[in-house]
């Protein structure tokens, strides 16, 4: 986030203002005096102004252990949604980033916070998502080897980029893979475009943000201040 646009929304102060404080001295981040309204701040930085600490108010980070069964949505006609599983005082402000399909089952982020949320969703941030995919079938070696390189989906014009996949375990029919798109049911239909199923979908990371183990699905908590600044 632009540093005036921190300052106006940690205070209430007019732009203007802000930018008038900003080239006037009064403002440091981290202990360093910044004169640039235009400065990058993360959640994880300290901006002082005038000497006092300022924060953004109410801006909220949340992983969820998503069950099958809930659609990535803040509302749906059909459907469960993961905002029903909070019990917070208000989700009317929350937003989804990275969703996840229906019988998807694993790690889903929710903020209030667009900046944030934009940089875990932007393909150009390319932030990594790790899943443990299991196949209908056991994976061939040369399917295995395609999906590294990339692979071309039904309805795009060109491969996908390299993933990473490694095999959990000896039947090599569970795998963990790691992209860094987000096409549409884009793990499945990689899958499909070497002749597989997916029979079962847990995402275990987004970056730096792996799924707390002890959060049975269902469950929640509030993002630590390191998990926050990971996503950058």
Same mark, same amino acid.
């Given at each position: 986030?632009?540093?005036?646009?921190?300052?106006?929304?940690?205070?209430?102060?007019?732009?203007?203002?802000?930018?008038?404080?900003?080239?006037?001295?009064?403002?440091?981040? %981290?202990?360093?005096?910044?004169?640039? &309204?235009?400065?990058?701040?993360?959640?994880?930085?300290?901006?002082?102004?005038?000497?006092?600490?300022?924060?953004?108010?109410?801006?909220? !980070?949340?992983?969820? %252990?998503?069950?099958?069964? !809930?659609?990535?949505? %803040?509302?749906?006609?059909?459907?469960?949604?993961?905002?029903?599983?909070?019990?917070?005082?208000?989700?009317?402000?929350?937003?989804? &980033?990275?969703?996840?399909?229906?019988?998807?089952?694993?790690?889903? $982020?929710?903020?209030?916070?667009?900046?944030?949320?934009?940089?875990?969703?932007?393909?150009?941030?390319?932030?990594?998502?790790?899943?443990?995919?299991?196949?209908?079938?056991?994976?061939?070696?040369?399917?295995?080897?395609?999906?590294?390189?990339?692979?071309?989906?039904?309805?795009?014009?060109? $491969?996908?980029?390299?993933?990473?996949?490694?095999?959990?375990? %000896?039947?090599?029919?569970?795998?963990? $893979?790691?992209?860094?798109?987000?096409?549409?049911?884009?793990?499945?239909?990689?899958? &499909?475009?070497?002749?597989?199923?997916?029979?079962?979908?847990?995402?275990?990371?987004?970056?730096?943000?792996?799924?707390?183990?002890?959060? $049975?699905?269902?469950?929640?908590?509030?993002?630590?201040?390191?998990?926050?600044?990971?996503?950058?």
């Amino acid at each position: 986030m632009r540093l005036d646009k921190f300052i106006c929304h940690s205070t209430g102060l007019s732009r203007q203002a802000t930018q008038r404080a900003v080239r006037a001295g009064a403002v440091l981040v %981290n202990g360093v005096l910044v004169k640039k &309204a235009d400065h990058k701040v993360m959640a994880s930085d300290v901006v002082k102004l005038d000497g006092e600490t300022i924060v953004l108010p109410g801006f909220r !980070y949340i992983m969820l %252990n998503k069950p099958s069964g !809930y659609i990535c949505a %803040n509302r749906d006609g059909e459907h469960p949604v993961v905002l029903d599983l909070l019990r917070e005082d208000s989700v009317g402000d929350l937003q989804i &980033a990275g969703r996840l399909d229906l019988d998807t089952t694993g790690l889903v $982020l929710i903020t209030n916070d667009g900046d944030w949320n934009h940089r875990v969703t932007a393909p150009s941030r390319l932030c990594c998502k790790t899943y443990c995919v299991t196949l209908s079938e056991p994976l061939l070696s040369v399917a295995a080897e395609q999906l590294r390189a990339g692979v071309l989906l039904t309805g795009e014009k060109k $491969l996908t980029q390299p993933a990473t996949l490694s095999f959990i375990d %000896n039947d090599l029919a569970q795998v963990r $893979l790691s992209i860094h798109e987000g096409k549409y049911h884009q793990v499945k239909r990689m899958f &499909a475009a070497v002749g597989n199923h997916v029979a079962a979908l847990h995402r275990e990371s987004i970056g730096d943000i792996t799924l707390d183990p002890a959060l $049975l699905p269902g469950q929640y908590r509030a993002l630590t201040e390191r998990e926050i600044a990971s996503i950058r």
